[in-house]
């Protein structure tokens, strides 16, 4: 059983940046995609970033490429989401998850992942 903490989220002004943590804890295994998702109220879950965590390899939305940056630390067992250039839009819960799933082309739908965290708020003013 992999259980996740996130930290990290708070009240940032527009163009700023923030960055949030993910500690896991139990058995990570490096064919685990680790990844990013935000819930906005009133909108679906969408995903933001994902990161193998054996390899590194890394996947974004459109959304946010350029200004978002997703690592991940193995000794400690934690990765992040480093945002820069914030947007009110990027207002939102953001949740971290892992999903034991082989294929990269699933790192997208949050059905796809087997644990979730609580989530952390992050508020963007304008």
């Known amino acids: 059983q992999v259980q996740l903490v996130e930290s990290g989220g708070g009240l940032v002004q527009a163009g700023g940046s923030l960055r949030l943590s993910c500690a896991a804890s139990g058995p990570i295994f490096v064919n685990y995609y680790m990844g990013w998702f935000r819930q906005a109220p009133g909108k679906e879950r969408e995903f933001v970033a994902a990161i193998r965590w054996g390899d590194g390899n890394t996947y974004y939305a459109d959304s946010v490429k350029g200004r978002v940056t997703i690592s991940r630390d193995n000794a400690k067992n934690t990765f992040y989401l480093q945002m820069n250039s914030l947007k009110p839009d990027d207002t939102a819960v953001y949740y971290c998850?892992?999903?034991?799933?082989?294929?990269?082309?699933?790192?997208?739908?949050?059905?796809?992942?087997?644990?979730w965290g609580q989530g952390t708020q992050v508020t963007v003013s304008s």
């Open positions: 998850a892992a999903t034991r799933a082989s294929l990269s082309s699933t790192v997208y739908y949050n059905t796809a992942y087997d644990y």
